[in-house]
Each structure stands twice: as C-alpha cells, then as structure tokens.
C-alpha cells in the first residue's frame, strides 16, 4: 500500500506522522501492514522508501500504552554495491560499517535507485594514467638531467595516485 492508498490497514495518526517525517520527499513509498505482532495490539507497519539520497526501512507499532514502538534504518544510495532481483522482492548489497551487508526491499524501491556512480572508476583509472605519464616525465627528467622535468613528473606521479587512491572501489570482505 502507498499512503496515497488508503484501506482498512491505513496507519493510525501517531504511526502516519512518524512515516511522513521520515519520508515525507519519498520518490518512493511501500507500507505493509503485518496485523499480527507480540505486544503490538494492532500489529505492525513495514515501510520502505527511497527518500532522496537514502533508503528508508522502518518498523512501526502502536503498543498497549499509546506509545510508538519505532526501528529505524537508513543507508545512502552510494553504498548500495549491488543489486538482486528475486520473485518476491529486491536484495541490497549495502556498505556497512563492518563490511557487505545484505537488505531486503521491495522490488519498487530496489528499481527506482539511481544507476551507480560511475565516475568514482573513472576517475581511478585517470589516475593510474596520471600516475603512469608522471613516473615517465621523471624518467625523462632523470636521463636528459632535468631536474624541472623530474620534479614536475614526480608531482604529477603523486596527484595520479592520490586520485586512484581516492576513488578506488572498496574491495568485498
């Protein structure tokens, strides 16, 4: 269900205010309702969104006292490593703090992430060029005894593996 559908399973106020602040600018909305939940009388609200730059996993549930029982992932889009496609959803490779980590989401979230990023690979293989013409400016500089030539070729040999250094792929555990 989108929040723009409603039906019986419609998020009761204090549960909609927490899904739309989270997500408010979402392109993307699932809810599903599960009606049935320990301690959650009227069961729980799955949702997720893709607002922006990030993808939104949240739990919701009302408890006996009134009050939101809430859990709450994010992850940014550009940690997203890769993407699978089963009959009953999408599975996220995500970058997390501790390496790889696999997240389920439905098919309409996983389909509406932006392409990744090509320019960090771009950009590495650019710098091994740099880094390369640089070590061969300096053995240039060395042979025609050139110290201009060579410092200038080390300088551009470093910057070229600062740059690869800097958007190298991070590698799987």
């Known amino acids: 269900m989108t929040m723009a559908d409603p039906t019986s399973d419609d ?3 204090e549960i909609r205010s927490r ?3 989270a997500t408010a600018h979402a392109s993307v909305r699932t809810i599903d309702h599960c009606a ?3 301690g ?3 069961g729980t609200w799955e949702v997720h969104a893709l607002a922006g730059d990030r993808i939104v996993q949240m739990v919701l549930g009302l408890r006996d006292d009134g009050s939101v029982a809430e859990e709450t992932r994010t992850f940014l889009t550009a940690d997203v490593l890769g993407v699978s496609f089963e009959p009953d959803g999408a599975t996220l490779s995500v970058r997390g ?3 790889a980590e696999t997240v389920p989401v439905p098919d309409a979230v996983a389909r509406a992430l932006p392409p990744p990023a090509a320019e960090g690979f771009e950009s590495a293989v ?3 060029g ?3 013409a640089g070590r061969l400016k300096e053995m240039a500089g ?3 005894d050139d110290p201009d030539l060579e410092a200038a070729g080390t300088t551009q040999r470093i910057e070229g593996e600062q740059r690869r250094a800097q958007n190298e792929a991070p590698t799987e555990p």
């Open 11 to 13: 998020p009761p106020p």
């Open 19 to 21: 899904i739309m602040a």
């Open 36 to 38: 049935e939940a320990p």
């Open 40 to 42: 959650l009388p009227r």
């Open 97 to 99: 703090p501790s390496g």
């Open 126 to 128: 650019k710098g091994v």
């Open 130 to 132: 740099q880094s390369i």
């Open 142 to 144: 060395q042979f025609l």
